[in-house]
C-alpha cells in the first residue's frame, strides 16, 4: 500500500495540535520582539564607540595643530635656512630678535635655595686633594679627560699665592671641571632639540621641554631657529679666559665674596657694589651663591644679550661649516664686554696663547653617571 507523505502546512498543523511551536527560520530574526533587541544592541554599541573614538580624534587635531605652530613652520624648512652659510648673513637681521628676560635667569637663581652647607677648602687642602687624585693639568693636556671635581667656593688665600703660575694652575683646576659640566648639560639639551627637530610628530612632554627652553633662553614667540642659535656652548678656553680676566685669577673681591667669575652687572637683586663705582651709581656685580651659578648666568648672558648676538652668529657659521669652535676668532666678538672694546679682546687672545687655554676645548669630564658617557 503507497504511504501517502504530508505537506508541509498539515505537518505545521500536527505538530501545533502536538503543543510543538513551529518559527520559520528564514524570519525568525525579523520577528519585532528581536528587532527592538537587535536596535538596542546596535545603539549601544555606537554610543560606545563614540566616547572611545572622539577623545582620539580631538587629541589628533590638536597635536596637529600645536605641532604645525610649533615645529613644523619653523624647524625643517627655516631651521635649516638658517644654518646655511650663505642664507646665515642674509637672515641674520630675521633671526635671534628679541628677549624676553622674565624667565631668563630662573635656573640660576634656583640654586641659592640650595642648603648652605657648603665648605671653603684652603688652597693647600685643594692642592693636596688634586695631587691624592692624581688630577693635574700635563694629564689633562695629554689625555684630555678631567676629574669631576666640583667645588663650589674659591679658596679665600687665593692672592697670597706668591708663585703665579701656581695661581694660574689652581684656578684653571677649579674652573675646568664647572666650565666643561655647564657645557655638557647644553649638549644634551642640543641633542634633544635635534632629536624634535628630526620627529614628525611630538609628546606633550617634548613640546613642554621646547616651553621651557624657550624661556630659558628669552625666545620669543616659540621660535625655533632662534633656541637653535642660542642654546650652545661657549669653548672652555674662552671661559676661562674671561674668568682670569674678571677676577685676575680669582683674586678678586667679587669672586671671593660672591663667587662672581665674569664681573656681570645687576641693577635689582643682591650684588656687590664696586669700590671704584660712582656714589650715584646704582649698579651692583652680581653675586652668586656657588661657582657653577656664575658660570650658568655667563653662559646665558652671551647665549641672549643682543649686545653677542654677533657671537653668536659667528658660533653658528662655525657649526654650519663642520667646524671646531674657535675661541680666538669668536672672542673678537666680545668687544661689547668691556668698556675697553677692542683692547678686551686683544687681552683675551693673549691670555688663552700664553697659557695654551685652547688645549682644554677638547677635555671631557670624566662622568659622574652613564647620561654622560655618550659626551666623553
Excluded at 652668586?288 to 648666568?297: E, G, M, N, T
Aim: glycine content about 2%.
Amino acid at each position: 500500500m503507497k504511504k501517502k507523505l504530508l505537506t508541509l502546512k498539515q505537518a505545521k498543523t500536527f505538530l501545533s495540535k502536538k503543543g510543538l511551536i513551529i518559527i520559520n527560520r528564514n524570519n525568525f530574526f525579523l520577528n519585532s520582539e528581536f528587532k527592538n533587541f537587535y536596535f538596542t544592541v546596535l545603539c549601544s554599541f555606537l554610543i560606545v564607540l563614540s566616547f572611545i573614538t572622539l577623545p582620539i580624534i580631538i587629541e589628533f587635531n590638536e597635536n596637529s595643530i600645536l605641532l604645525s605652530k610649533e615645529i613644523k613652520n619653523n624647524s625643517k624648512n627655516n631651521f635649516e635656512k638658517v644654518l646655511e652659510g650663505k642664507n646665515l648673513k642674509k637672515k641674520s637681521s630675521e633671526i635671534d630678535e628679541g628677549l624676553d628676560t622674565k624667565n631668563l635667569l630662573e635656573d640660576v637663581f634656583k640654586f641659592d635655595q640650595l642648603p648652605s652647607d657648603t665648605v671653603r677648602l684652603s688652597a693647600l687642602t685643594l692642592e693636596q686633594l688634586f695631587e691624592d687624585t692624581n688630577y693635574n693639568l700635563k694629564n689633562v693636556r695629554k689625555t684630555k679627560l678631567v676629574k669631576p671635581i666640583s667645588l663650589s667656593l674659591l679658596p679665600q688665600e687665593m692672592k697670597k699665592i706668591e708663585s703665579v703660575n701656581k695661581r694660574k694652575s689652581l684656578f684653571i683646576k677649579i674652573i675646568l671641571p664647572l666650565v666643561i659640566e655647564e657645557n655638557n648639560i647644553i649638549k644634551l639639551d642640543r641633542m634633544k632639540l635635534f632629536s624634535i627637530l628630526n620627529k614628525n610628530r611630538n609628546s606633550k612632554l617634548e613640546k613642554k621641554w621646547l616651553n621651557i627652553k624657550f624661556k630659558q633662553y628669552g625666545v620669543v614667540n616659540k621660535d625655533l631657529s632662534t633656541l637653535k642659535i642660542r642654546m650652545d656652548i661657549v669653548p672652555v678656553s674662552l671661559a676661562i679666559a674671561q674668568a682670569a680676566k674678571e677676577t685676575g685669577w680669582g683674586t678678586s673681591r667679587f669672586a671671593i665674596e660672591g663667587n662672581a667669575l665674569f664681573g656681570q652687572w645687576t641693577w635689582s637683586g643682591e650684588g656687590i657694589k664696586p669700590a671704584s663705582a660712582d656714589s650715584d651709581a646704582t649698579h651692583k656685580v652680581m653675586k652668586f651663591k656657588l661657582l657653577r651659578a656664575s658660570i650658568r648666568a655667563y653662559q646665558r648672558n652671551l647665549n641672549t644679550h643682543s649686545s653677542y648676538k654677533n657671537f653668536r652668529l659667528a658660533r653658528a657659521e662655525q657649526r654650519d661649516n663642520n667646524k671646531n669652535l674657535n675661541s680666538l676668532v669668536l672672542s673678537t666678538h666680545l668687544d661689547k664686554y668691556a668698556e675697553t672694546g677692542k683692547e678686551y679682546v686683544t687681552i683675551l687672545n693673549k691670555i688663552i696663547k700664553q697659557n695654551k687655554l685652547t688645549d682644554f676645548d677638547d677635555a671631557k669630564l670624566l662622568p659622574k653617571s652613564i647620561n654622560l658617557k655618550s659626551l666623553i
